[in-house]
């Protein structure tokens, strides 16, 4: 360990990491330990973005770090599958007998070996290198890693070029923003600090969100639309900017690609139509089009390169909430399409954001070494159907049936949708499970190994960001806890077992974190100041440049007429659309509880006594219709199973939308289930993903 030491006292020091979570504002940490203790984390001031503050989730993380119930030593499985029955082992005993099993599973086929992971750590090191390594060498599946961003994410490809846009930092110097599917506040809380700067000069914000949050009581005005119709409101908005003229022709003609085909699909969508869809006024999208348009690059003021500043520059901050439907990726391109509309690109603070994460130059080859398949190409898995692929026997279309599951950074059980089905495939006798893990969760219930995983504050790590442009690195602040080891540590010493002698799997985590970047990042300026600041344009596509096949906006995507979809973006209606069932006559939405983040910090006991309980809220009116007071518990149910929480009778929700918070582990929930019980395994337009929020329920005083 080589810790940064920023204190003068001598049994005091302070080290420099970076938030580990799922969160678009990856902040920069300052770790305070006082004789080898972490006794305080705190937002490092010296990091522009984070400006001293972490959310109250991560100012809790010592206490998630000494949790009476952190896992310190490795256990085997001594009771029935699921029992939670387990007993210490030695890591030289759990370590040779997974690799003994896992070598019987791959000399029939690798292939029935299934990794599982995502973003438990969003670390480049502690994610996916000495782990990819691993599995690249074994041949077993490739987990298709698609839970969170995946449709919003191809999205953004087929319209922008890639995982690219506008700089968060100045959202403050906009005039209008339009707070697109996300509760700042509570899950991208540093951008919420510029959009308030830029309120404070006079901007506009506007939120548009099914749920009324804490965000959207700070806008202006909130558009309550249904879940799902997004890219209807967008149609809509176009259709309003078509008629009005408000539109910026200049940048239009020499920047997008498919304006006439756009143009003609959206003269389709008068306000009438899209209100109807978006279960919201006529009114609302003519207002809304109006304050858009206002910020349209006038006629006549285009300059080379985009050197004229629109009137007011519009922004839009995406989220990836409203990409969990089943027409997210058509409704992320339609959204993505409106500033090339106006002209929005043309200044620094125009544009949109849903996430900058293509912006760094991370070497994955390097990292994860996908030369050890060695011409293999195993097939693919996709993380959100785990529920059914974990039941389905071998065959010639699937493959061989999962024998083995090694999960890390993850928590399948809890989070992945349809969970009957999830919670059924674990269980599963003939299953070999190993799950790294902090703590007993759902899924380390159910596995024959648990091994214990170091925290952030005990590994190092290198970050990228997906809300901001800055590369971050971790330095461990103190020793492992107990017998813990970083993920990289537990897949390096299974290499050795498994016989893999590649010098790769020697490589140390300050090594791996050199390779990260390669020469693309200076690694002593990282060392020293714990983040460096990547080199983009403050406004990249003024002059057009976008990273497309055709350096255009491509409204019209040939990658995707080519695949034989719709080479233009439409609205297109949920799996589970609203009116559409008089059983389940409810659409559920299922954003985070403020005090979690995913499923990390569920048992983290100040933040779950903030929580209370699992809550569903609904309208007042759809309460009074069932019977349903402020504090019932409720039975909330559909054709896949039924899930019991506290009903909180809110205006938060919006009439004929309940929103049931999440992610509770399914053991602290009030019946042992949670509200993945009624998800899906429905899959979106584009990319693959998960549809959460494309959900048909109802919901019973019990
Ligand atoms: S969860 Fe987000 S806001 Fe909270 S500390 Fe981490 S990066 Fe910052």
């Not at 998960?690 to 019973?700: A, G, K, R, S």
Request: glycine share 8%.
């Amino acid at each position: 360990m080589n810790p940064t030491t920023l204190s003068s006292a001598a049994d005091t020091v302070q080290v420099l990491g970076a938030c580990p979570h799922d969160c678009p504002d990856t902040c920069s940490m300052l770790t305070t330990v006082k004789n080898g203790i972490a006794i305080k984390v705190q937002g490092n001031p010296a990091h522009p973005h984070t400006d001293g503050a972490l959310c109250t989730k991560v100012s809790r993380y010592t206490e998630r770090t000494y949790h009476p119930e952190r896992i310190l030593h490795p256990l085997k499985r001594v009771g029935p599958k699921g029992s939670g029955q387990f007993q210490p082992v030695s890591w030289d005993a759990a370590l040779t007998d997974i690799a003994a099993r896992l070598q019987a599973i791959a000399a029939r086929d690798p292939q029935a070996i299934l990794p599982y992971s995502y973003a438990g750590t969003m670390g480049l090191v502690q994610g996916e290198s000495m782990a990819a390594r691993f599995f690249h060498k074994l041949g077993a599946s490739h987990l298709e890693r698609t839970i969170c961003a995946a449709a919003g994410g191809e999205g953004l490809v087929h319209t922008l070029g890639g995982k690219v846009g506008m700089q968060v930092q100045f959202f403050a110097e906009a005039g209008l923003i339009l707070i697109w599917g996300s509760n700042s506040i509570s899950s991208n809380l540093h951008f919420w600090r510029y959009a308030n700067a830029a309120k404070r000069r006079g901007a506009k914000l506007i939120c548009i969100d099914p749920r009324k949050t804490e965000t959207a009581d700070k806008c202006h005005e909130h558009i309550a639309l249904l879940p799902g119709t997004d890219g209807a409101l967008a149609l809509g908005l176009m259709h309003e900017l078509i008629q009005n003229d408000w539109l910026d022709h200049d940048y239009l003609a020499r920047y997008t690609l498919g304006w006439e085909a756009l143009r003609a699909r959206a003269l389709c969508w008068p306000p009438e139509r899209a209100a109807e869809v978006c279960g919201i006024s006529p009114n609302q999208i003519r207002a809304l089009a109006h304050d858009y348009g206002a910020c349209a690059a006038k006629p006549g003021t285009a300059m080379a390169h985009g050197a004229v500043a629109s009137p007011a520059p519009a922004a839009i901050r995406m989220n990836y909430g409203l990409q969990r439907v089943h027409g997210g990726g058509n409704a992320v391109r339609l959204i993505a399409s409106l500033p090339a509309l106006i002209g929005a690109w043309r200044h620094r603070a125009g544009g949109v954001l849903l996430s900058n994460s293509g912006a760094f130059p991370v070497q994955r080859a390097a990292l994860q070494r996908p030369d050890l398949l060695a011409g293999r190409t195993p097939r693919t898995v996709n993380m959100v159907t785990i529920g059914n692929d974990l039941l389905r026997q071998g065959s010639a279309d699937f493959g061989p049936a999962v024998e083995a599951v090694i999960v890390y950074n993850s928590n399948p059980v809890a989070v992945a949708p349809e969970s009957a089905k999830v919670v059924q495939g674990f269980a599963r006798d003939n299953l070999f499970t190993v799950v790294l893990e902090h703590f007993q969760t759902d899924t380390a219930d159910n596995a024959d190994y648990v091994l214990p995983a170091t925290t952030q504050l005990e590994h190092w790590d290198v970050h990228s960001a997906y809300g901001h442009t800055d590369a971050l690195l971790n330095r461990p602040a103190i020793a492992p806890l107990g017998e813990a080891k970083p993920n990289t540590q537990i897949f390096r010493e299974l290499a050795a077992r498994m016989g893999f002698i590649e010098p790769c799997f020697q490589d140390s985590d300050e090594a791996l974190c050199r390779q990260a970047y390669g020469d693309a990042v200076d690694f002593n300026a990282l060392l020293a100041d714990g983040f460096v600041t990547l080199k983009t344009p403050d406004a990249p596509f003024a002059p057009g440049n976008f990273p497309t096949p055709s350096g255009k906006c491509e409204f019209f995507s040939e990658r995707l007429a080519l695949q034989g979809l719709d080479g233009l973006p439409d609205h297109l209606p949920n799996h589970e659309a609203v009116n559409t069932s008089k059983t389940y006559p409810l659409a559920m939405i299922s954003p985070p509880a403020r005090n979690f983040l995913n499923s990390s910090f569920v048992n983290v006991k100040s933040l779950q006594a903030m929580e209370g309980a699992p809550l569903l809220e609904i309208h007042p009116l759809d309460a009074q219709a069932r019977g349903i007071a402020d504090g019932d518990v409720v039975n909330v149910f559909n054709a896949r199973g039924s899930y019991q929480c506290r009903a909180h009778v809110s205006e938060s929700a919006r009439v004929g939308v309940v929103n049931g918070l999440g992610v509770w582990w399914r053991k602290l929930g009030l019946s042992g289930t949670n509200v993945n019980e009624l998800t899906s395994q429905n899959l979106t337009d584009l990319g693959r993903g998960p549809t959460f929020y494309d959900c048909l329920v109802e919901v019973q005083r019990r």
